[in-house]
């Protein structure tokens, strides 16, 4: 098949207006079996054969570039959401395009094109070369195709899915909150699914491809009381089948979303000050990606300025604390059978007994350290290149059990969730809201708590675990993302029940005042 222009393209079918007419853009070729869906898409239906491939690899060496890759994209995503119990948005987008990188030293020289011609794509393999000035390099010749892992199969094309089948899932979740609490006013529920296709191919001489899907249900709601209103929302997803959201996927939406709410009737600001506080299982993982997993993301300790930039074979925290960041775990938000820059899916110990073992490498910060690259180089799409980025970061359990760590604690605060967060990766200082969480009082959960901020810095934090439980969970959500340069990532996260023995609380007076 010729190459075909964006125009083209998206010539053949009719307007995207919604989830159902985002079905019918794709060519009847293409709906077929889930398995056979990736290897040779954009051979076949492009033309994106390896004479191409070699022509622009070679083009974005033409001065002398260290090394080059192709990254090539297809993207369907569909939204449907409804709110007072009525469809109020149905809605999908496509993007296709192809970008082109040019290595040289630890500069990055990138162009990319929404057209893919041959033409359009010399000419961005052309804007890449510009980063060099040399003489000439050149690709490898021919392309080994690189076998990976599927951490994330689909048995049916999320693009095979009718709105029709979607609909149900929105309105159960609409209904089964109101049946739940006679408080409950609002309710707002959304489906949606993205399957991306990719295709990398290095001047090295490797080709890697893809299919990835993400796909999420939320549901937020609005409760009344006496006068008084409370909001809240959950979600369940990550690189999951349609099949997965099920009756009893619903019911636990609908249950967690609706005691988020109810339960902050009941919830007061507790005194403010320093305090020992414990992180509960799961979600609260967030604050270990943000405050610490950024500052071992290896572009800021070669550029020197996260506080771990000369700490690799140091003690970071006490030698029960170990903190692993991968991409192999099935289903999980931030799990790649493939990076972006074509490195194999894996798992990175970057704390092993308290000590900073490594860093999260792409391919320039490798060849900088001398290491092999870790799988962690991401981008958001075809239009930005690849840079260190987490995946699934989370701390491995430890030996004591919750209710020991609860325990512990005389007096404290007990974090559930936390959203709203500010970090200084260089520095690691934060601040998170806390939106669920209860007060800790002679070692027992009591009151609920809310409208207050844990405040402190990363690393200390990390010194400052001193008990790590044996309930490790990692956060079921899809909609998890995590901004960097300008680039927004999938990611998830993950965190057994640990005690932090002192961190600032702001409340609404310090204790004893």
């Known amino acids: 098949m010729r190459s075909m222009s964006r125009r083209s393209f998206l010539n053949t079918s009719v307007a995207v207006g919604s989830a159902a007419a985002i079905s019918r853009i794709i060519p009847g070729a293409w709906v077929q079996s889930a398995r056979a869906a990736t290897l040779g898409f954009f051979e076949s239906e492009f033309g994106m054969s390896d004479e191409l491939c070699k022509k622009a690899l070679d083009k974005a060496l033409s001065k002398g570039g260290d090394f080059a890759d192709i990254y090539f994209e297809h993207t369907i995503s569909n939204w449907v959401s409804l709110e007072d119990g009525k469809v109020d948005r149905a809605y999908g987008s496509v993007d296709l395009g192809v970008g082109i990188r040019t290595v040289k030293g630890e500069q990055t020289g990138y162009g990319f094109t929404q057209e893919l011609t041959e033409e359009s794509i010399l000419a961005a393999a052309a804007t890449a070369a510009t980063i060099a000035d040399g003489a000439p390099t050149a690709a490898a010749k021919s392309f080994l195709r690189l076998e990976t892992e599927n951490y994330y199969p689909l048995e049916t094309l999320f693009s095979d899915i009718s709105l029709a089948a979607k609909l149900p899932l929105v309105k159960s979740v609409n209904e089964k909150c109101f ?16 399957q991306k296709r990719i295709m990398i191919v290095t001047s090295d001489g490797s080709k890697a491809q893809d299919l990835i899907p993400r796909s999420y249900l939320s549901a937020s709601v609005v409760a009344e009381k006496d006068g008084r209103q409370e909001r809240a929302g959950w979600n369940f997803g990550g690189r999951q089948e349609f099949s997965y959201f099920n009756a009893a996927v619903i019911d636990r939406l609908a249950e967690e979303v609706v005691r988020r709410a109810v339960i902050l009737f009941e919830a007061e600001q507790p005194p403010a000050g320093e305090m020992p506080v414990v992180l509960g299982p799961g979600v609260t993982g967030i604050l270990l990606h943000e405050a610490i997993g950024h500052g071992m993301e290896a572009d800021f300790n070669r550029k020197g300025i996260s506080t771990y930039s000369t700490m690799i074979g140091k003690k970071v925290a006490e030698p029960f604390v170990n903190i692993i960041d991968e991409g192999i775990t099935p289903r999980q938000l931030g799990s790649v059978n493939v990076d972006d820059e074509g490195v194999p899916g894996q798992a990175t110990m970057l704390v092993e007994n308290g000590i900073l073992t490594s860093y999260l ?4 910060s490798a ?3 001398g290491v092999k690259p870790t799988g962690n180089g991401r981008r958001q799409s075809y239009q930005h290149y690849p840079i260190p980025r987490m995946r699934n970061t989370y701390m491995l359990a430890g030996k004591s059990t919750p209710e020991e760590v609860i325990k512990s604690v005389k007096k404290g605060i007990y974090v559930e969730d936390i959203s709203n967060g500010q970090v200084k990766i260089g520095e690691g200082d934060f601040a998170f809201y806390v939106s669920q969480g209860k007060m800790i009082e002679e ?4 009151r609920p708590v ?3 901020n844990i405040m402190g810095n990363g690393p200390k934090m990390l010194q400052n675990v001193t008990m790590v439980a044996n309930d490790l969970k990692l956060h079921e959500g899809g909609t998890g993302a995590c901004g960097k340069d300008g680039q927004s990532m999938p990611v998830s996260f993950g965190l057994p029940t640990c005690l932090v023995k002192s961190m600032t609380v702001g ?7």
């Open 450 to 452: 809310k409208d207050i």
């Open 361 to 364: 490498h792409d391919r320039i």
């Open 507 to 513: 409340g609404v007076q310090k204790q004893g005042a």
């Open 367 to 369: 060849k900088h350290y």
């Open 179 to 194: 049946s739940l609490s006679n408080l409950i006013i609002k309710v707002n529920a959304t489906m949606h699914d993205q």
């Open 443 to 446: 070692g027992a959960l009591t």
